[in-house]
């Protein structure tokens, strides 16, 4: 099973209900065979790690490919600038100049340049790292390296490498980048389920209608998680009413939960309330996706 936390917007609380789920699934599962998977797919602002512990278990240079200029072989025939869709590359009279952080790797100009004057070429963007935290529970994270214009390809390669490495048994958790942009839809392509955590204030209520309505375009099931309940009012309650979109969780607003977070520690250990919460979003979690808790 596989489950993403998003958000309209971010300092909503998915890093806190993932990793929190993470650890509390991984205590769960101990001794029954079952492992938990955690990634954290904001590439940007990976934050997940600040909470977690582990062994490094691998770390490896991730690359995407863009098409390098060979002025020799080049007749200058215009055909690469008419064909990109994303402008990365322009004619300049008497050369083409190739703009790296706009390709988007469809390999269109290098397919069809008649004298094969634009092979692709990798490029360093980033790098993903994965932990073994303990016995049962693994976590992974992509950074991307300062300057890369686009998250979506890591996010992309960091999916399939997922799917290539960790099949269904796994019970993985996918830390969502915030927001309703590509790298949010790329990061939750293969998710069984989308959980949207929210606050019930304004901000919150307003962001929280267009992640609702990018993910019926991906026609994904969602559920909402309400976070930091007890401030704010009760729009964001209402409105799941009235669009039968299930509330699987209320997670209270404590101070203790805040002095934890501000320390890098996680709350389901020492936080009865929180606990109690988390073990209801899993619970619900399992009955949206027909799967034994």
């Keep these: ?63 995407r490919l863009v098409p390098e200029w060979k002025e020799d072989k080049c007749t200058l025939c215009k055909r690469c600038a008419n064909i990109c869709e994303y402008n990365a590359l322009a004619f300049l009279g008497i050369s083409v100049m190739i703009f790296p952080e706009l390709c988007h790797s469809c390999y269109a100009c290098s397919d069809l340049c008649p004298e094969d004057a634009l092979p692709m070429v990798k490029h360093r963007m980033g790098v993903t790292k994965r932990f073994l935290l303990n016995d049962n529970l693994e976590f992974m994270e992509s950074r991307i390296d300062i300057g890369v214009e686009q998250a979506t390809p890591l996010i992309e390669q960091t999916r399939k490498f997922i799917k290539e490495n960790y099949d269904k048994t796994w019970f993985t958790i996918l830390d969502a980048p915030p927001g309703t942009s590509c790298p949010v839809m790329e990061a939750v392509k293969d998710a069984d389920l989308v959980v949207l955590i929210t606050e019930p204030t304004p901000f919150g209520f307003h962001d929280l209608k267009l992640a609702i309505d990018t993910m019926k375009e991906l026609r994904k099931k969602i559920a909402v998680v309400i976070n930091k309940y007890g401030i704010g009012n ?51 979690i399992c009955q949206l996706t027909k799967e034994k808790a």
């Design 1 to 63: 099973m596989q489950i993403a936390i998003a958000s309209g917007k971010g300092g909503t609380g998915k890093t806190t209900l993932a990793v929190n789920l993470a650890v509390l699934l991984s205590e769960k599962f101990a001794g029954t065979g079952q492992k938990v998977l955690l990634t954290d797919m904001d590439v940007e602002e990976p934050n997940s790690g600040l909470f977690l512990q582990g062994e490094l278990l691998s770390e490896e240079i991730k690359y």
């Design 234 to 284: 009760d729009d964001v309650l209402n409105y799941c009413l009235e669009k039968g979109i299930p509330v699987i969780g209320k997670i209270p607003h404590l101070v203790e939960a805040a002095k934890l977070y501000s320390k890098g520690k996680t709350m389901v250990g020492e936080l009865p309330e929180i606990r109690n919460e988390i073990e209801h979003v899993y619970s619900r």
